[in-house]
């Protein structure tokens, strides 16, 4: 798939089984590919620029969010390119690429190498690495590497390279999802905390919500930073969720909102049957009693879709923002 903004080249979806069985097609039905496109699209990836050297030394690059690792052992990735990309027969005979990792801030970056700008290298900053191809500076992680091997499959062509160098920074990633970039607050940013800050959790247990009581109102239970499993925090919302008698592994992310200068995140978990925390059954939770409009509308939304196995990523402020779905049909613009 060829390199065009706003639409990023190369979707990419996830072994198992579809989160959502509205997804499944009849067997015998005929396939549809803007379907099939559109059901690649649920997959939540993050953004790269990946960039190599013509025969002539000059760099080229192209957007692509197709990547993945393949070996810790040894090291190695895999970024895909269609056979009818401008710089299809680069990647077809160079000797060496890099991929760098696209932080929130560089939404810019990943428009302009996802066009046919001939220029492309001359409007961005990035250096040599060590394997001779151009990394982008400021990424959030970048990898250099030789290739290790090319595999043709379909209409693309499969670039796998062994990892001689790489490195990471902190920043918020750039998401992509449906055709349109989201923003992520940086999981380092969780675990550090912060006064603009809050991470929290809805913690199910067999059709019961963790909530905590102060002062006659309830709310979910928050920090200002999250944490990590095993150690001794209480004042991160890990160490909050052991001194409930909940303590649980966090899943995925459920909501992400900014109110009154406060960047939020909540994330989705089940409580193990042991958990001792003080769970009520949604349809007796006191709504009136939840105060703060933000987490109200916000498990107001987690009962709707847990009904519905249809669970989605909020993202946006506390009163607007958007819903990005596993699948089609799902309106926008609802609050958190």
Same mark, same amino acid.
């Given at each position: 798939?060829?390199? =065009?903004?706003?639409?990023? @080249? ?8 579809? *989160?959502? *069985? ?13 379907? &099939?496109? +559109?059901?690649? #699209?649920? /997959? $939540? ?13 000059? @760099?080229?690059? /192209?957007?692509? =969010? ?5 070996? !810790?052992? @040894? ?8 056979? +009818?990309? +401008?710089?299809?027969?680069v ?41 001779g191809?151009p990394?982008?500076?400021? %990424? ?10 090319r ?13 001689? %160098?790489? #490195? ?8 992509? +999802?449906?055709?349109? &970039? ?11 905390? #912060? ?17 905590v ?12 930073? !999250?944490?990590?499993?095993?150690e001794?925090?209480?004042?991160? $919302? ?7 008698g ?10 992400? &909102?900014?109110?009154a ?10 409580? *193990?049957?042991e958990?001792?925390g ?7 939770i ?15 939304? &987690? %009962? ?23 699948r ?9």
């Amino acid at each position: 798939m060829k390199p =065009n903004a706003p639409s990023l @080249p190369n979707s990419t979806a996830g072994e198992g089984e579809s *989160p959502n *069985p509205t997804l499944d097609r009849n067997s015998q039905a005929p396939f549809d590919p803007a379907a &099939y496109r +559109h059901a690649l #699209g649920s /997959f $939540l990836t993050g953004v790269t620029v990946v960039a190599a050297r013509d025969a002539e030394g000059a @760099p080229r690059g /192209f957007t692509a =969010n197709s990547f993945t690792s393949v070996s !810790l052992d @040894p090291p190695l990735i895999l970024v895909c390119i269609g056979d +009818h990309a +401008h710089s299809y027969d680069v990647f077809a005979s160079c000797e060496s690429f890099a991929v760098s990792v696209l932080a929130a801030a560089q939404r810019e970056t990943s428009n302009l190498f996802a066009s046919k700008a001939p220029d492309k290298f001359e409007q961005a900053d990035w250096r040599e690495g060590v394997a001779g191809a151009p990394i982008i500076d400021d %990424a959030l992680g970048w990898f250099d590497c030789t290739i290790h091997d090319r595999v043709i499959a379909g209409d693309h062509l499969i670039l796998i390279g062994r990892v001689e %160098a790489f #490195g990471e920074g902190e920043a918020a990633p750039l998401g992509f +999802h449906r055709g349109g &970039y989201v923003a992520l607050s940086d999981a380092a940013d969780a675990r550090r905390g #912060g006064d603009a800050l809050r991470v929290g959790a809805i913690v199910e247990q067999q059709g019961a919500v963790l909530l905590v009581e102060e002062d006659g109102q309830l709310s979910l239970p928050s920090a200002d930073r !999250l944490g990590r499993d095993g150690e001794d925090d209480p004042g991160s $919302l890990i160490g909050l969720l052991a001194a409930l008698g909940a303590a649980t592994a966090l899943g995925p992310l459920f909501s992400a &909102y900014e109110q009154a200068g406060i960047q939020h995140l909540f994330y989705r978990c089940e409580a *193990p049957q042991e958990a001792t925390g003080r769970f009520i059954a949604f349809d007796q939770i006191d709504w009136d009693r939840i105060t703060d409009p933000a987490e109200r509308s916000m498990l107001k939304r &987690y %009962a709707g879709e847990r009904e519905s196995l249809g669970f989605g990523i909020y993202l946006g402020g506390a009163e607007q923002g958007e819903i990005h779905h596993s699948r089609p049909g799902e309106e926008n613009g609802r609050k958190a």
